[in-house]
Structure formats: structure tokens, C-alpha cells
């Protein structure tokens, strides 16, 4: 049997689009019974984005994608792979990898979507990591790209103020085995959790109908109470765990770059790894919640703040529907 050899990967290129309009909490004020003080206390949310209506997932997303092909020193047509989380696709089909690769004329390259809500970032990286590691692809795209206002009831302020619009991407290639790469990632998915974080109408169980439009069921459900509880343990849990099957200790990590859900479920994060505040990315009080846009966001504003280096060891970490979550840890190689 031929021996395949796995190459170190990293990342080469970042980019990110998000849209001009705000949605501040003073806006949501007028909209449902709800209050600033509420919204940052309890979420660390300040405002959001959100798209015009029309503007599907693929348009930040292809923006995005362009931005980080640019920043590799690539042309689309050296793109081999799209991959591309997203909860709100333009449509059900095809997929919005497909959308976005003839947005940007990605000619050379065949892709997917991938469902896995605030985790889809994670799992997306790992599934295109393996396939540039075994020689498969060289040149992938990661792009995470939501348009949350579309299935949000902004009549709901339990979800109405938490989630936004927007997209981040990551071109990942082949690297030098001596070079700063990706070097782990541990994730799970535990199904119990489909009943607390779901949309009931749209798919195959429960096509659209006049009925599930009048009963609002194309929107976000969440219990909030029981999502926070099952997210503070398992980003915690999983994010010192990568870092301790790798041999690593807590002090080893320069920058956790958490999925933007709650300040505070990100707290628990930060304590377990005793973290300082400047080693935590926070963008959720900018951008509030936008699912498999917020980690590959969060980390290219850290970069762009300065505030990672060449050869630090990064800790991404997320958790979401379904549920899943995962963390990935890797050596800032830009
Ligand atoms: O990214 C995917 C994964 N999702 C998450 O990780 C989200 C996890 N959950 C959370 O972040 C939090 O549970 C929320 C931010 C969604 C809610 O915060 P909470 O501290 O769990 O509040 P709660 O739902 O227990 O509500 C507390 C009170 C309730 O009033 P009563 O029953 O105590 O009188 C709510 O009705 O706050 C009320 N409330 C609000 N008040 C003002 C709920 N939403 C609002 C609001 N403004 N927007």
C-alpha cells in the first residue's frame, strides 16, 4: 500500500465583508420590548449588521472569499476547493459554494456547504485541511457567510437582538513542515440538542406552507437557557482539551478566538484556559452573532489589531445547533 504523505497547512489569506447597515440596540428599542443596558449585560451585544433585502449569503460571501484569494497571492482560477458553512444558503439548492464559485470565477474548482450552524467555521476548516494535507486539494477557500436577518422574527427579542450578518474566509494551502500551520482540531456533535436550537419549517419535514408562515416557523428557535448551559461547558471543555492532547499547556496559548455568542459563555472559556482579556477576541459587541461567520471574523480583526504574531498558538473554539462544537488549534503563520 502506498503511503500518503500528509502536509502541514496553514493559513495564507484572509478576508471579510460585512454590510454597511447597522442595527444598534437603540434601534431594536423601537422594535420590541427590550432595553440596551439588557442586551449588553446579558450578550455583550452594542449593534449589527444586516444585509438589504435581496442580498443573499453568497454576496458578502463571495467578497470575502475574493478579499483572502487577493491576500494569498492568488487568482480564483488557482482556487481547487470552495467549502462554505452557512445556515441561511441563498437557496435550499444548490449549494451556495456553487454560487459563489461563479461569482468569483473559480472556474478550476468543484465544492460544497456544509451544515453545522455557529460550529459550521470549525468543521468546515477541518474537512478542507484534510483534504489539502492528503494532496487532494492545494489551494481551498473556507468561507463562512450568514444572512441570520433572514430567518430571524425581529417581533422575538428573546432572538431578534442576538444574531447579524456577514462573512469571514480563509484560503488554506500547503505549507513548509517547518512553518506555522494548523495542528489539531477536536470536534463533536451531540443530536440530543436538535429540540433547543432548530427552524421547524423549511426542509423536507415540514415544507413551506401558508400554515407555517402564519405560525412563524421559518425563524430561529432557541431555548437560550439550555443552549448557554451545554456552550459553557463545551467550549471550555474542548478548548483546554485540544491544547492538552497536543502536549501544550495553558500558559502556551497566546489568543483564544472564540465563536461570538455571549460575552459570558465566552468567559467561561477564558477562565478555564486563565486567559487575560487582551488574549480574548471579542467582536460580538460590533457584529453581534453570526454563526459560521464569526470565528474566521474575529480572528482577521485580531490580525489586523496586531494582536497575533508570526508562530503564536491560537485556540479557535465554537459551539452551536445540533449540537456541535469543536475547537481548532493552530500556529499564526501571516
Ligand atoms: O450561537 C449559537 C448558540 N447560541 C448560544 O450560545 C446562545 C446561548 N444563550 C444565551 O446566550 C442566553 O441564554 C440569551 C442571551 C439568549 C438569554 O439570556 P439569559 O440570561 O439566559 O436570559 P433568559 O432567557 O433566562 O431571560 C431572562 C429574562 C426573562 O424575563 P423573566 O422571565 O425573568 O421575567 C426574559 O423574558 O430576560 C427576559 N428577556 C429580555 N429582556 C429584555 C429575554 N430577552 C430579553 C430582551 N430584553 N431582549
Redesign the pocket.
Known sequence: MTEIKLHNVGITGMGMSFPDKILSNAD?EKM????DQ??VE??GIRERRIVEKGVGASVHGAEAARRAIAQAGLAPEDIDLIVVPTVTPDMMFPSTACIIQDLIGATNAWGYDLGA??SGYLFALESARCQVASGMAKNAVVIGTEVMSSIIDYED??????FGDGAGAAVIQPVADSAPGIIDSINYIDGSGVKH?HMKAGGSQMPASSETVANKLHYVY?E??E??KR?VRGMADVALQVVEKNGLKKSDVKLLVP????T??IAAAQRRLELTDEQVVITIDRYG?T?SA?IPTALQIAYEEGRVEKGDLVVLVS???GFTWGATLLRWGL
Open positions: 431594536l420590541v420590548d427590550t432595553n439588557w442586551i446579558r450578550t450552524a455557529c427579542r428573546n432572538t431578534c437582538i442576538l436550537l432557541q437560550g437557557g443552549v448557554f456552550a465563536h461570538q455568542a455571549n459570558r459563555i452573532n454563526t464569526s459551539f452551536g445547533a
